[in-house]
């Protein structure tokens, strides 16, 4: 050997030995020398190595620095590394003697940001690579000097497997023979200065430790045997605008505890034989989860996620979500995940600075640094960063048959200087304030889920008024399915507050709604916001004593119902939980036992039959014509309106007392002559009324009332709401 080369071979130990090896294929594994093949493997603590091949003698290897071992092949072809461990005996194929990981493809789709199966193919995969067992990994971080991935399989020591650099991708990849499914392990990178960066979690890890644990784990391969396909089939159909969605939005640590007193939260088998049954026999057609991707911290409820492709361990295996779904879809029960690509959280073994420069976030902190929330923000101006996010998303839904995806915090993406001064923030290319990146980024999302998960539906939570949020992109809007309605629900909560005495001044908080109740299609949502950090329960926000509490509450359930939109509640409300969520404890279904709160249950049992039972009541959820006031007496307190379906379907009024006190022979004009039945009267006895009401039918008088020649006269309880159907013209 020459001087250059032992120069060269001692500057290679070196680095090796100081973990400074840049590309370890130019110096580890098999490499041939005048004529014969040198195999280099570096096993520090190792008692000795040798390589084994089929048909000839093993080749020890020589100890030629501290656990650097090498050697010449005594015959050709493959070989194993046969490892004695102080007594114990390994054998393992050298992960240096193994090809590229990924194509060209892969690698040209990851950097234009458009491989949407990034979950199947970068990572940690279980795989056959070329003719053995392992697990290849890979990792972008283009700026690093050195990536290694540790784990228990060598002892958490980056030197042991360095990784290659696949230019011009940015991308790292190295295929370790033989390990398993369920390993833990990390990234160890040395920056792009030199400096050793804090261990990483893998940003496309599909399955975590356990929080406080902070390590990824190998994942077995999808192999989950769906029974859905039924449901699958008809999805599209049944989340259509003109169909009935109702939703019950859940917090799936907290919805009940164990009562084995040893775990924490039902897992997903338990949430499947409890929570799937529960939301079926209430009527809900969906049941929508607060974030279930993995997440350091519980407290925040999911929505400061690392892990964009693995579900929580909190709650058991990826297989176990996708076998809750199944539970949920044989009982008729859609599934939506509340999603997240606006942030992340700042913690070290996460996103942040991921090769030591701020990669997935923006540099500059009036870009990249969310003042509210503490966390970071996506730069979804960077392609790779894009096509991550996306790709997730595509991930629950096609992976996991998900129905649909909340995408979380809208509002903070598509304006820069969203809760920010100004100084704060960067305008964009133009001077304006519109994030141009964010709404590209939105609008590619949701082309993307509509052209690759047919049936599947994106929501937006979007609180301003920015235009064709729910119109698609081809007409110049965002591409989303449906919209939260925050407005509604701010103004008709404020109005719910107030002591019925002063309502009569607030009306246009009960009715400004329907002045824009059809530009998007909504959804109204009482969510978990409205029920947290001081705002009270739901029942606690309405006025009066308890008796007036429960009668308010029921109300707004049923005007909340009537009115044009989509459903979205939140757990514990359908039994008027009395105290704010506490997202350390659970809903209290002791409640159950008095009568009032059963009652409130079984309104939101029966509101939810007659909206999905009453074509009038979803089909013309986006129509204006399916929707026309009748009258708006802000003085008597009573409202009412018009629902009507197509087709010659019945209509029917719902009417809302909004004070104490109740309402005899209140003309309503009505839609047409002839019998009325009452569909659902909020103060019947069943949910705990006064059993104020109307007997059942009522029929019309040729008396005109708000501009309609035939009217109703009506019995309105006090605080109360009656729906009535029209039953045709009397025998």
């Known amino acids: 050997m020459s001087q250059d080369d032992l120069t060269l071979t001692h500057a290679l130990t070196s680095a090796l030995m100081e973990g400074r090896l840049t590309d370890p294929f130019v110096f580890l594994g098999p490499h041939e020398a005048e004529g014969e093949t040198v195999v280099r493997t570096f096993q520090p603590g190792a008692a000795s190595v040798a390589a084994v091949q089929d048909g000839a003698p093993p080749s020890p290897l020589e100890e030629v620095a501290p656990g650097l071992f ?20 390994q054998e393992t194929e050298d992960p240096y003697a193994f090809g590229l990981l990924l194509g060209d493809l892969d690698l040209h789709l990851f950097m234009e940001g458009a491989h949407w199966e990034l979950g199947q193919k970068m990572g940690a995969q279980p795989q056959t690579f070329e003719g053995v067992e392992g697990v290849g990994f890979s990792v972008w971080a283009p700026n690093a000097r050195r990536v290694s991935v540790v784990g228990d399989f060598n002892s958490w ?25 369920g390993e833990r392990y990390k990234y160890e990178l040395v920056g792009a200065q030199g400096e050793l960066l804090p261990l990483k979690a893998d940003p496309l890890a599909r399955m975590t430790e356990l929080p406080p644990g902070q390590s990824s784990v190998v994942a077995p391969a999808a192999a989950f045997s769906w029974t859905d396909s039924d449901w699958m089939a008809d999805r599209e159909r049944r989340q259509k605008p003109d169909a009935p969605m109702s939703i019950y939005e ?41 974030p279930i991707m993995e997440h350091p911290f519980g407290g925040s409820w999911g929505y400061q996620p690392l892990s964009q492709f693995a579900p929580s361990a909190r709650f058991g295996s990826p297989e176990g979500l996708a076998r809750f779904v199944d539970a949920c879809h044989r009982l008729g029960v859609g599934v939506i995940l509340d999603w997240v690509p606006a942030h992340f959280p700042t913690d070290v073994h996460g996103l942040a600075s991921f090769d030591g420069t701020q990669l997935y976030e923006h540099a500059d902190p009036r870009e990249g640094f969310h003042q509210d929330w503490n966390t970071l923000i996506f730069n979804l101006g960077r ?40 100084g704060e923030w960067v305008p964009n290319v133009h001077g304006g304030r519109e994030n141009l990146e964010s709404i590209a980024f939105l609008r590619r999302l949701n082309e993307t889920v509509a052209s690759r998960c047919p049936g599947a ?13 729910s119109s698609p992109v081809a007409e110049g809007g965002l591409g989303f399915n449906y919209k939260w309605n925050m407005g509604w629900m701010h103004d008709t909560l ?14 246009n908080e009960l009715t400004f709604g329907l002045l824009y109740a059809f530009t998007e299609r909504f959804v109204l949502p009482i969510s978990h916001d409205e029920v947290v950090h001081g705002k009270g329960s739901l029942l606690g926000k309405m006025p009066g004593d308890r008796w007036r509490q429960f009668a308010n509450l029921r109300a707004y359930l049923a005007f909340m119902w009537a009115h044009p939109g989509k459903k979205l509640l939140f757990m514990g409300c359908e039994l008027a939980q009395p105290t704010e969520w506490n997202h350390d404890g659970a809903i ?12 409130m249950q079984m309104l939101v049992r029966d509101l939810n039959a007659i909206y999905g039972g009453e074509a009038a009541l979803h089909q013309s959820d986006a129509d204006p014509e399916g929707f026309s006031w009748i009258c708006t007496d802000a003085e008597a307190g009573v409202f009412a309106f018009r629902r009507q379906a197509r087709g010659g379907a019945a209509p029917l009024i719902f009417a809302i007392n909004v004070t104490p006190e109740p309402r005899q022979n209140y003309r309503i004009g009505a839609p047409a002559p002839g019998v009325w039945a009452e569909a659902l009267n909020t103060d019947a006895s069943r949910y705990g009324g006064g059993n104020i009401g109307n007997g059942g039918e009522v029929h019309t008088e040729p008396a005109s009332a708000h501009g309609l020649p035939d009217s109703l006269p009506l019995t309105l309880p006090p605080l109360g709401a009656v729906l009535l159907r029209h039953q045709g013209k009397p025998a």
């Open 457 to 469: 539906v994106t929501i937006a939570e979007e609180s301003t008024a920015w235009p064709g949020v």
């Open 70 to 89: 090498a050697g010449r092949l005594n015959g050709k072809g493959a070989y194993r590394l046969r490892i004695d461990w102080d007594g114990a005996t």
């Open 494 to 507: 404020s109005y719910m507050q107030r002591d019925p005495v002063y309502r009569n001044w607030h009306q």
């Open 250 to 290: 859940v917090h799936a640590a907290s919805w009940l505890r164990p009562d084995d007193g040893e775990s924490p939260n039902l897992d997903w088998d338990g949430l499947a034989d409890r929570l799937a049954p529960y939301v079926a026999d209430l009527g809900f057609t969906h049941v929508e989860l607060l």
């Open 588 to 599: 209290p279904w002791d409640l159950l036992a008095q009568p009032d709160h059963a009652g």
């Open 157 to 181: 020591d980056g030197r042991r497997h360095p990784m290659r650099l696949r230019h011009p991708a940015g991308v790292w990849e190295l295929f370790v023979p033989r390990l398993q499914p």
């Open 383 to 422: 392609q790779e960063v894009q096509g991550f996010l996306i790709a997730s998303a595509i991930y629950w839904l096609e992976t996991f048959h998900i129905d649909g995806l909340r995408v979380d915090a809208v509002a903070s993406m598509l304006y820069r200087d969203y809760s920010r001064q100004p």
